[in-house]
């Protein structure tokens, strides 16, 4: 069984440092060889560029530009009427992946709107990602990049994101049926809304192209105290032979260099 490849993600670690470019240099130091983030927009994409290729790390994932945050929003996918932003958004993303040479890119759906009822609004949305997903489709088959959906809780994390479960991913995606867009399996947000990881990481692992892991829930290291076993998980996914990345999206009990005893004893014992 192949060992499993771990990115990190500087969103959420390394954040004792301003810069993601700093962030990148520690990433590479701690023995990572792939970062990952969620909005790198507002850094200069030369610089990105530079500190890649000197550190030799991998950009394994970027996400959509969330909208207007201070408005509310977190993503436009499923939003109605704002499918041109949608797509202005996702140039924006394309341009970033490709200098950088990332792979994928994750297509955020987005939040219901303030006020309105989930179920009143649930098929427009529906109907306007799948929309997007397929105009999203033609756009990264071009470029050889995988789209990603990706389920978030909406018990703790975000109680109005659109698309929170992998079931309801997994019927969106047969209705895009492309397959340059894929499920990307937050183990976090997967736990907290249905359980049953063993059988849904079965089911749903061939249509997955990115999984991301945090201890439930208070989302900090994998091997922190929580509700969840990352040595059986991790064994788990080695036997299905799961071969892309795994991004480390927690927040660090203390430091970041200090929480990473557990993927120093992963890489260790897997030499």
Not at 57 to 86: C, K, M
Not at 107 to 135: I, S, W, Y
Request: aromatic share 8%; with cysteine.
């Amino acid at each position: 069984m192949a060992p499993l490849k771990f990115c990190a993600n500087i969103s959420w670690l390394f954040t004792e440092l301003p810069e993601v470019t700093q962030r990148m240099r520690d990433a590479a130091r701690a023995g990572f060889r792939a970062v990952e983030a969620a909005w790198i927009y507002s850094s200069d994409l030369k610089e990105l560029k530079t500190v890649k290729d000197e550190t030799g790390l991998e950009f394994a994932l970027i996400n959509t530009p969330p909208g207007d945050l201070s408005a509310g929003d977190l993503g436009l996918g499923a939003v109605p009427g704002r499918e041109q932003e949608f797509r202005q958004g996702l140039d924006l993303a394309v341009q970033y992946a490709k200098a950088l040479d990332c792979r994928r890119i994750h297509l955020m759906a987005g939040r219901v709107p303030a006020g309105a009822d989930r179920c009143a609004v649930a098929m427009e949305m529906e109907d306007t990602f799948v929309q997007n997903l397929k105009h999203a489709a033609g756009v990264l088959s071009k470029e050889g990049i995988l789209g990603l959906i990706e389920p978030i809780n909406t018990r703790i994390t975000d109680p109005r994101y659109f698309l929170d479960s992998p079931h309801q991913a997994a019927v969106i995606l047969q209705r895009v049926a492309h397959p340059s867009i894929r499920m990307q399996m937050d183990i976090y947000h997967w736990q907290i809304m249905d359980g049953n990881l063993t059988q849904n990481i079965r089911k749903y692992l061939p249509m997955t192209g990115h999984i991301q892991i945090a201890q439930v829930p208070d989302r900090h290291e994998p091997d922190s105290d929580g509700e969840l076993s990352y040595t059986y998980l991790f064994k788990l996914l080695e036997e299905l032979g799961y071969q892309d990345y795994i991004g480390c999206e927690y927040k660090p009990q203390r430091s970041t260099e200090a929480g990473l005893d557990w993927f120093r004893r992963y890489c260790s014992s897997h030499n």
